[in-house]
């Protein structure tokens, strides 16, 4: 399995970013997709994550209202919609594939090599 991530780079903050995530390797509609991010110093904490046909989302407080998930099955990607961007989404974020939607990072069996936001006000 493999997971690439991309979108991310260098934004001011109020400005919007879109990262994406392309699988393969397994049928990608019978897995959950999911964002995680860490920044330096910190653990790796969820963002948001989305089930198998795109049913449900689920988001952390921080990013409710400004963020969307969303998956493409077709194409075999997810992609997070991020809006309204502070310093404090500064992290690499990585996109992570498994069995069910959870905010635990160990729920996770799959992860891409993580792609930089960084916000400056």
């Known amino acids: 399995v493999q997971l690439q991530a991309s979108g991310g780079g260098s934004v001011q903050a109020g400005d919007s970013l879109r990262l994406s995530c392309a699988a393969s390797?397994?049928?990608?509609?019978?897995?959950?997709m999911g964002w995680f991010r860490q920044a330096p110093g910190k653990e790796r904490e969820f963002v948001a994550a989305?089930?198998?046909?795109?049913?449900?989302?689920y988001y952390t407080d921080s990013v409710k209202g400004r963020f969307t998930i969303s998956r493409d099955n077709a194409k075999n990607t997810v992609s997070l919609q991020m809006n309204s961007l502070k310093p404090e989404d500064t992290a690499v974020y990585y996109c992570?594939?498994?069995?069910?939607?959870?905010?635990?990072?160990?729920?996770?069996?799959?992860w891409g090599q993580g792609t930089q936001v960084t916000v400056s006000s």
């Open positions: 992570a594939q498994g069995p069910q939607t959870s905010e635990r990072v160990a729920s996770y069996d799959y």
């Open positions: 390797g397994r049928t990608f509609s019978t897995y959950a």
């Open positions: 989305i089930s198998r046909w795109g049913g449900a989302m």
